[in-house]
């Protein structure tokens, strides 16, 4: 039976909310917590973006449940180098385990310091380096690297966990799946396709687990919900590579003029119809992920943990 965890939203809260919504997610029964890690929100909407390194030792302090990045760049804006350090160190201060999710990143946060924003092949490769590098100085060993994209010299780290951060891959299309299957500790996707979570497990993914998330809009008026999710997250119906080149919140705001509401009443799910949300996050462990995040948009965050604890969560703990 996979586990159900909350998803932490950086964009749109600022660290004493995260850090109150991570009370009220351990309270409600959720087993694990996931933490977007932006240096921009999508627009300004949402308006938020707290280092969240910071935010992450908050939560450590604040509740006992596993933490994960969801996702951490580790290529662009940040060297690996200093990934490392803060992983290793929320590895250690965090109650639960910690794990280190990463991926290839977007513009929007990573262009940034004026680095050339490199095609997605490029950043694969960027991103595969950068994983050998982090795990080399998660041994606590000197690590002298001198590689395509990256130079290490004597680095060490000094504070690192008894075991090695683990490393989850985030993957979207075939080339990043097969590399989170070669060389990844576990797999995270956003979308409930089991041909994706067949790939990875074939390609090299064995038992790891494979980690998914969704967004949701809990809320007595279904309409209202469907504008509230309009306003603040009309970015997520954009397609294609959008999203990943893009280069600022109001570039975003700009393409978002092509998304409708009636976009996101069929792609969303809005309201306290509860099969509705049972639903959406059956959609998950239907197709064979083992641990599923849930993110609520709206602004009823004391009702949303109310309902997934009292009526969505006893049914999929039973299912």
């Not at 990043?176 to 299957?181: E, G, H, V, Y």
């Not at 469907?226 to 975003?252: C, D, I, M, Y």
Request: glycine share 10%; charged share 20%; hydrophobic share 35%.
């Amino acid at each position: 039976m996979p586990e159900y965890g909350y998803f932490l939203s950086c964009e749109q809260y600022g660290p004493a909310e995260l850090t109150e919504q991570a009370r009220m997610a351990e309270q409600a029964g959720f087993q694990a917590l996931w933490i977007s890690d932006h240096f921009h929100p999508w627009n300004d909407e949402q308006g938020q973006s707290p280092f969240v390194w910071s935010v992450i030792g908050a939560l450590s302090e604040a509740v006992s449940l596993p933490v994960g990045t969801a996702v951490t760049c580790p290529t662009v804006r940040t060297h690996p180098a200093v990934v490392a350090q803060a992983a290793a160190t929320s590895a250690v201060m965090s109650p639960g385990e910690f794990r280190l999710g990463v991926g290839t990143g977007e513009a929007l946060n990573e262009h940034i310091l004026g680095d050339h924003w490199p095609p997605a092949h490029v950043r694969l490769e960027m991103l595969e380096e950068s994983i050998q590098v982090m795990r080399r100085l998660f041994s606590g060993d000197e690590v002298n690297h001198h590689g395509t994209h990256y130079t290490v010299e004597n680095a060490r780290l000094y504070t690192v966990p008894e075991q090695p951060v683990p490393i989850d891959i985030s993957g979207f299309g075939p080339a990043a799946t097969k590399l989170a299957a070669r060389v990844g500790d576990g797999y995270i996707t956003m979308m409930p396709d089991a041909s994706m979570v067949e790939q990875y497990r074939k390609g090299g993914g064995g038992g790891k687990p494979v980690s998914g998330g969704t967004k949701v809009c809990y809320g007595t008026d279904r309409e209202e919900c469907v504008r509230t999710v309009h306003r603040l997250w009309a970015n997520e119906q954009l397609p294609g590579e959008l999203g990943q080149v893009l280069p600022s919140p109001k570039h975003f705001e700009q393409a978002q003029t092509l998304v409708t509401e009636e976009m996101v009443r069929e792609n969303r799910v809005c309201g306290d119809d509860v099969e509705e949300h049972v639903a959406e996050l059956r959609r998950f462990a239907d197709a064979g992920f083992d641990r599923i995040y849930v993110n609520q948009i709206g602004p009823d965050l004391r009702g949303f943990f109310d309902f997934y604890r009292t009526k969505v969560l006893p049914q999929l703990q039973t299912a």
